[in-house]
């Protein structure tokens, strides 16, 4: 009668650890994604296999492609974490960003993410180094772009801090091209240069969203030093290239109209936000431009992926 009786309450204290449980590693989850900025990793990821299926015209192999996911997003999440752990201290200053796990104290202890951070950069570039060299420097050198030369060096000095910081997502590119043996090629490095003029588009629009934020963190970026106007045309010097670097893919034996016809179309979509922001500087207007700019590459890299498959 007593085990009848506790029997009920047994249950539903098994049904409470197990939806504990399941909170616990929903949030860990979520720690790690926001962490190791996973959701900006994936998109790195899409441009390195980018790369690769563009120096492969077709098809790089899963074996290759496996190289450059492991490795790519090893690396890439490394290096985001070192940023988050060198930028701890001015992420709570920004409403964006001050829920952070190294900010918010969901990492009591944040000297371990400089040591794991450190090993997610150094193990892969230091097991392709025998193999394939050029994939272990372009795995080292986004790192080091990405970490030294915009987190510590350009973004507290300049304005334009985000213009050779966006030089770490060409890396990216260079490695899918590094891991079918051809960087070279020129397909791929145009790809990687669209990404480059992408980057201050795809940026700058957010910085507009929470200008605020960079000001009272005292970071100099260029949205938070110019009227929304002025960052607005800064924004076009950066999109009209980057269009153009799109549209001119088609020029390599790889593409084709099936790759043509659908960028054209998102190439003009954005061009007519960036220009409506020019005309109306409104918050709206900049997160509708944000939005369609991280449209824009998903939709460039599936467009190359499906054409050169085809």
Known sequence: MIY???????????????????????????????????????????????GAFLGAAGWPGLGRLLLVLVTGGLAASGAASLNQYLE???DGAMGRTHKRPLVNGDIPNP???LYAGTAMILIPVAATLPFNPALAF????????????????L??????????????GSAAV?????????????????????????????????AILYRDDYVRADVP??????????????????????????????????????????????????LRRNIRLIRQPTPRHAKSLFLASNIYLTAVLFFIFVDTLL
Do not use: C
């Not at 590094?178 to 490095?189: G, H, K, M, S, Y």
């Not at 593409?255 to 043509?260: I, M, N």
């Open 155 to 168: 973004k507290p000095r300049t304005l334009l801090n985000i213009v050779i910081g966006g030089a770490a």
């Open 221 to 270: 970026m260029l949205p938070a030093r110019v009227s929304v106007q002025q960052a607005s045309w800064w924004v076009l010097s950066h999109t009209l290239p980057t269009g153009l670097a799109t549209l001119g893919l088609v020029l390599t034996p790889a593409l084709g109209w099936l790759y043509f016809v659908p960028v054209a179309l998102l190439t003009a979509d954005l």
């Open 88 to 90: 701890r201290n001015k």
């Open 111 to 113: 000297r371990w993410v």
């Open 4 to 50: 009848m009786a506790n029997e009920p309450l047994t249950q539903e204290m098994t049904k409470i650890d197990a939806v504990s449980l399941r909170q616990d590693w929903r949030a860990f989850l979520h720690m790690l994604v926001v962490l190791f900025k996973l959701r900006v990793v994936s998109l790195l990821l899409m441009a390195a296999v980018g």
């Open 174 to 206: 260079m490695t899918g091209g590094a891991a079918v043996d051809a960087w070279r090629d020129p397909a791929v490095i145009v790809l990687a240069l669209l990404v480059f003029l992408w980057t201050p588009t795809h940026f700058w629009s957010l």
């Open 138 to 153: 372009f795995l080292l050198l986004g790192a080091v772009i990405y970490v030294g030369i915009y987190t510590i060096w």
